[in-house]
């Protein structure tokens, strides 16, 4: 799998491979995320692709003090294989070459099986609440 950042002309395959994994939400206008993802020096979605095949990706922003990760996905096809780990490893070297020294993210707290996957990875549940407002 070859591991690059997308282009716009891309977005409706990321799209359609989030919505396929089960990763957007109906308050969530995933085509402004992905536009604004890649009109930003501060974020990307990363692709990773196979014989011209958009099969994972993950979208990974920087806000001067935490990166972030969104999106992560693999295509149903092609799960346990690494690819989640690849996808995760691009996001932390992007973000490293900003300077993030923490990456965060948020999981669905029924999604035991992510919850177990980000674990492998090394990841620990923070002592963290979120909180959030629609401002629109």
Excluded at 62 to 70: A, K, L
Aim: aromatic fraction near 10%; hydrophobic fraction near 45%; charge should be negative.
């Amino acid at each position: 799998m070859n591991v690059r950042d997308c282009e716009l002309a891309e977005a409706e395959l990321a799209i359609a491979l989030w919505e396929d994994c089960g990763l957007t939400r109906p308050w969530n206008d995933t085509r402004v995320d992905f536009r604004q993802a890649l009109e930003s020096p501060a974020s990307t979605v990363l692709g990773g692709f196979h014989d011209g095949l958009l099969i994972a990706s993950v979208m990974v922003g920087f806000d001067g003090h935490r990166g972030w990760v969104y999106y992560l996905a693999v295509d149903p096809a092609h799960r346990r294989r690494g690819l989640g780990t690849q996808m995760m490893t691009g996001a932390e070297t992007w973000l490293r070459q900003l300077g993030a020294r923490k990456l965060q993210f948020m999981v669905r707290g029924e999604n035991a099986s992510s919850l177990r996957f980000y674990e492998t990875l090394g990841f620990e549940q923070q002592a963290v609440i979120t909180l959030g407002r629609f401002l629109a």
